[in-house]
């Protein structure tokens, strides 16, 4: 057993009317490393979160949180992680500084005003105190939300969609602090939708219908995928692009096509099948090929394109 990682987990399985919604799932993190956690909805980001941080009890799959036991530990688990959910938690009709100071009671945390003090400066909430938490936009509710989740001094953050419905502007201030706490050695894995945000991540894991499908560093993630990747774009009419989506897509062996700015991407993992179906268009006039590196999101659209929809 490494004592560095603090997540380290295998088998995770959460089943729900015979539906494994989590399956199989394996995780390592290493100590103050952030893990980016990515999904289409529904493939099970939040279940695992709560499995790891000891509310939901696995089907199957054993492991430990902090050196703490899944199952034999998970009170203790619960005490040691900050869980910060999709839904803000906390109580609209008090001030800022009342919902601290409420965590804080519930925590049964010691020297309560010097904590409540000192999440207030970490997160600059020291202005806005008296604030009603109902009236704060969605960045500052956040912030709210992250510093009662700091409040007893977790080791690890496990993060739900933190930044969803938050401006750009907020979204990075967000990322900064994360950063801050994972250089003082607290360890984070954080769901998101944002591919930026991933690109901020240490590491991935890449979640769809409750299986890893990926895992890694991006670069890692990018390289294992082995995907040959075309790019178009119009020289005249984008609608020559958006002509080309649905036949591309339909194509054999074409597991993505996505846009990204004016370029569409065309990618698969067969070079040969990639270049068969863009054959047809590649030399009709307006549009302009060219090869590509694959990105990340060519590389998640295309792992949920070969994923067995267990669902289905
Ligand atoms: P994500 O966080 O990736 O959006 P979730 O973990 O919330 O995914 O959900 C995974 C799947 O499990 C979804 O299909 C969801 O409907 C189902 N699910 C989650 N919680 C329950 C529950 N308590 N009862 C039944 N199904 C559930």
Known sequence: M??????????LTKRYDGRAVVDDVALQLGTGRICGFLGPNGSGKTTTIRMLCGLLTPDAGEGRCLGLDLKRDALAIKRQV????????LYEDLSIRQ????????????????RVDEALQRLGLASRAQQLAGSLSG???QRLALA???????????????????????????WDEIHRLAAEGITVLVSTHYMDEAERCHELAYIAYG???????????????????????????PATLSALLE?????????SVAAFGSAVHVAGQDAALVEAAIGAFRDRP???????????????????????????
Request: with cysteine; net charge negative.
């Open 2 to 11: 490494n004592g560095d990682l603090a997540i380290d987990v295998r088998g």
């Open 82 to 89: 900050g869980y910060m959910t999709q839904r803000f938690g």
């Open 99 to 114: 919902n601290l100071d409420f965590v804080a009671r519930l925590f049964e945390l010691p020297e309560r005003p010097r």
């Open 139 to 141: 960045g500052w509710k």
């Open 148 to 174: 009662a989740c700091l409040l007893h001094e977790p080791r690890l953050l496990l993060l739900d969609e933190p930044t969803a419905g938050v401006d750009p502007k907020a979204r990075r201030d967000f």
């Open 211 to 237: 299986k890893l499908l990926a895992r890694g560093t991006e670069r890692e993630i990018i390289d294992q995928a082995g995907l040959a990747v075309w790019a178009v774009q119009a020289e005249g009419d």
């Open 247 to 255: 036949p591309l897509k339909a194509a054999p062996g074409v597991l």
């Open 286 to 312: 307006g549009l302009r090929w060219t090869r590509a590196e694959a990105n990340l999101e060519d590389v998640f659209i295309s792992l949920i394109g070969r994923a067995p929809d267990n669902f289905a």
